[in-house]
Every structure is written in structure tokens, then in C-alpha cells.
């Protein structure tokens, strides 16, 4: 059983289109990351989210962090080829362990 | 700053051998964590050391062990290959220093049971 639910699992879109990533628990987090990861390749951190409430913006993305600090959301604008990959949620507790939701894998079709 | 560091990327061995992987963490980083990632399964936490301490431990058989060096460069050792640990094996660094807990990956080693 995942500690971090992520859905959907698999999202096909064409480019242009918006397009929202959820991720999900029963538990509260410290801190909450996602990352992307492309085939064969480690996951990059894409961003890091701590206050319960706070939404973030790098270009295109949109990360928000849920006010009780147990899920977050993903959103992207006018989505390009370049965002194809499997985009992981991770929270970490108030021991810093990490647990990885199983990923969105977003398929930018042009 | 130079990233996390993996050797080797790819690796084939056949069921009955056993693998080290090797992992350099970057500069100043003192935790490095382990992890198995399988199209089935996803990612699974191995474990993580501290200071040459394993201070976490997944849900694995005792066939995957671990170790950190006093430079903080960490190996992972699978002995008894079996076909299911075919899979990307990532390491993770991190500074327990920061006030934000956030790992850094490597590009993964891919290892291939025969």
C-alpha cells in the first residue's frame, strides 16, 4: 500500500492543454517534493513545498501544498513535449524519512 | 557543485551472482539513501546511512546490505541474485544541516539479472 496516493497514474494530452497532478495521503508531512524523472534517469527535484497553504511557481508549474500539509497538486500550463516524464510526489516526516508515491507519467503528445 | 555519482550505469549479471553498486554523494552531504525502482513496484526505500551508521531500513531480505565510508561515498551489495532484483537502483544524498529535508538523485545503475 502506497503512504502517498498519486493520480491519475497514466494522463495523455495534447500540446497546449492544462493539465493538474494530485497527490495524496492520510498523512500530515513536514515537507512535501516532487520530482521528474525521464526514462532510464534519476528523478530531478523540481521543487520543495513546507508551509501548509503555500503554492510555489517555476515558469509553467504550479505546486500547492494542502493547509493541513497532507497533499499537494501539480499543475501545468500550456504543456510542452519537454514535460513528458513520471512526475513523483514525496513526503518527508518530522524524522526526515521519505516516502515516494507511485507517479503520474505525463505523455505531451505535439 | 559536482551531482550524486553512480558506478556503474549498467550492469548484467546472471541469478546466483552478487553485485556491488557504488554511490558518491555530493560534496558536504553526509546521508545517503538507497533505493530500488521497478515498473511494478515503483520506488522502494532500501536504506539510508548516516555517518557510517545505517540509521533506516526498507522492507528487503537480508540479501541487500549496505555500507558508508568515512568520506560519506556509500556501496550497496546483492548477493544471491535473483531475476526480480533486475531494477534501477537509485541513491539519494541529502544534508541532515539544512532546515529542509531534500534528496538529490543519481543518474541510477541499471542492473539486469539474467
Request: glycine share 10%.
Amino acid at each position: 500500500t502506497q503512504l502517498l496516493e498519486q493520480s491519475p497514474q497514466f494522463l495523455s494530452i495534447q500540446e497546449g492543454e492544462n493539465l493538474t497532478v494530485y497527490c495524496n495521503s492520510s498523512s500530515v508531512f513536514s515537507s512535501l517534493q516532487w520530482y521528474r524523472q525521464e526514462p532510464g534517469e534519476g528523478p530531478v527535484l523540481l521543487v520543495t513545498v513546507v508551509t501548509g497553504g503555500e503554492v510555489k511557481k517555476l515558469k509553467r508549474l504550479t505546486f500547492q501544498f494542502g493547509d493541513a500539509r497532507k497533499d499537494s497538486s501539480l499543475h501545468i500550463t500550456a504543456a510542452q513535449p519537454g514535460d513528458t516524464g513520471l512526475y513523483l510526489c514525496a513526503g518527508a516526516n518530522n524524522n526526515n524519512d521519505m516516502r515516494f508515491g507511485a507517479g503520474t507519467r505525463l505523455t505531451v503528445k505535439p | 557543485k559536482a551531482g550524486v555519482t553512480q558506478t556503474p550505469r549498467y550492469l548484467i549479471k546472471t541469478r546466483g551472482q552478487q553485485v556491488t553498486l557504488s554511490c558518491s554523494p555530493i560534496s558536504g552531504h553526509r546521508s545517503v539513501s538507497w533505493y530500488q525502482q521497478t515498473p511494478g513496484q515503483g520506488l522502494q526505500f532500501l536504506f539510508e546511512y548516516f555517518s557510517e551508521t545505517q540509521r533506516n531500513k526498507g522492507n528487503f531480505p537480508g540479501r541487500f546490505s549496505g555500507r558508508q565510508f568515512s568520506n560519506s561515498r556509500s556501496e550497496m551489495n546483492v548477493s544471491t541474485l535473483e531475476l526480480g532484483d533486475s531494477a534501477l537502483y537509485l541513491c539519494a544524498s541529502s544534508s541532515k544541516r539544512d532546515p529542509i529535508f531534500e534528496q538529490f538523485f543519481g543518474p541510477g545503475t541499471r542492473l539486469t539479472v539474467l
